[in-house]
């Protein structure tokens, strides 16, 4: 938790212990073993060296072939093998969780639904997951998932106070997590979706989410427990998605004021464009100004000092802004900027 430039304290969900994720086979997490095959880098608990070997079905997969390592489900198959692999892949998990609470992480985000295509599967996943990161982490999970007995498998496996988890995520569609949420006193994120899918502008993102906190309020979940998403979209495949949600976030600040929280997946607004950090680090500070108080992001790239820091009267932050604002819908002046060396990040940052 970092204070933004209002003082307001600003909730972090680490968002890196997922099944989806990946490194670059030829990046500086990966390595190679002594019979030639590929594995991942990491720093052990006493701070020497390992390198935990890539699971043969990630190895096998399209991912790899393509230059891709999905690590994380790696680590969680070894672990789900149990075996010579299964230790040394739970120290892999805690030096990912380890790194995110020294960041500033609040939760840390786990998802299992890419470890396998079955329900009962995915769920022994991320019982294992909670398991191995609840062992050694100084902070609670957020249990991600789209499969609702996932949630449950989580919840069951965990050692913390329900009071103290995040499950993520409920939405119109997906009313029975609500259900889990307050027949175990967890907190939960509510996705400002609708049934016909995401949300076309900020009208629709505040009547889904109005619509969600109702009825968690109806079922005696408290205010305060509630995490409205009102759902981050790439600014280069929906140009207007980032000006919706800062004014949802605004209009839902005027509807419930301080008693609910909202939050979401604030890096999705850079994807496919270049200078990340940059776009990332502008629209959490714009975020934080409407109202958003938390955000599912990468604590250790998303330096919160760093960004609430910014100085918001330099080129890249304005050449940013504009971009995510609207006032450069096709990023041209943005992407012309980053071709001839104006968005340099350091010159954003406060002196």
């Known amino acids: ?19 989806t994720r990946v490194l670059r086979r030829g990046g500086r997490h990966a390595a190679e073993l002594e019979d030639g095959s590929v594995g991942i880098a990491f720093a052990g608990p006493d701070g020497s060296r390992q390198v935990l070997a890539v699971h043969p079905d990630v190895a096998a997969s399209r991912d790899f072939g393509v230059g891709k390592i999905k690590h994380v489900a790696s680590a969680i198959r070894w672990g789900l093998d149990g075996g010579a692999h299964a230790d040394q892949a739970a120290a892999y998990i805690r030096s990912m969780a380890a790194r995110q609470a020294a960041a500033g992480a609040d939760w840390l985000d786990l998802n299992t639904d890419e470890v396998a295509s079955d329900s009962a599967t995915r769920a022994r996943a991320m019982a294992w997951l909670v398991e191995v990161v609840e062992a050694t982490a100084t902070v609670p999970v957020s249990i991600d998932s789209s499969d609702v007995a996932v949630l449950a498998a989580g919840v069951a496996a965990s050692r913390q106070p329900a009071g103290r988890l995040l499950l993520n995520s409920a939405s119109v569609e997906r009313p029975e997590v609500l259900e889990l949420a307050a027949a175990t006193g967890c907190a939960a994120i509510l996705a400002a979706s609708g049934r016909g899918g995401m949300p076309a502008n900020a009208e629709e993102r505040v009547a889904n989410a109005v619509a969600l906190v109702e009825e968690a309020i109806a079922r005696q979940i408290p205010p305060g427990r ?9 600014v280069a495949v929906e140009p207007e998605a980032p000006s919706h949600v800062l004014a949802a976030a605004r209009r839902l600040r005027v509807e419930y004021g301080d008693t609910i929280h909202l939050t979401g997946g604030l890096s999705n607004v850079s994807f496919g464009l270049p200078e990340r950090r940059l776009l990332n680090d502008v629209f959490i500070d714009l975020a ?15 330096d919160l000092a760093r960004v609430f820091a ?40 406060a002196g």
């Open 288 to 302: 934080a100004e409407a109202g958003i108080d938390g955000g599912i992001i990468d604590p250790v790239a998303s």
């Open 1 to 19: 938790m970092r204070p933004d430039r209002s003082g307001t304290p600003f909730l972090v969900v680490g968002e890196n212990i997922h099944a």
């Open 310 to 349: 910014l100085d918001r009267t330099t080129e890249p932050y304005r050449l940013a802004a504009d971009l995510l604002l609207g006032r450069d819908p096709f990023g041209g002046e943005y992407v012309t900027a980053f071709r001839e060396g104006r968005l340099a990040t350091e010159g954003a940052a």
């Open 226 to 234: 509630l995490y409205v998403d009102p759902l981050v979209l790439p």
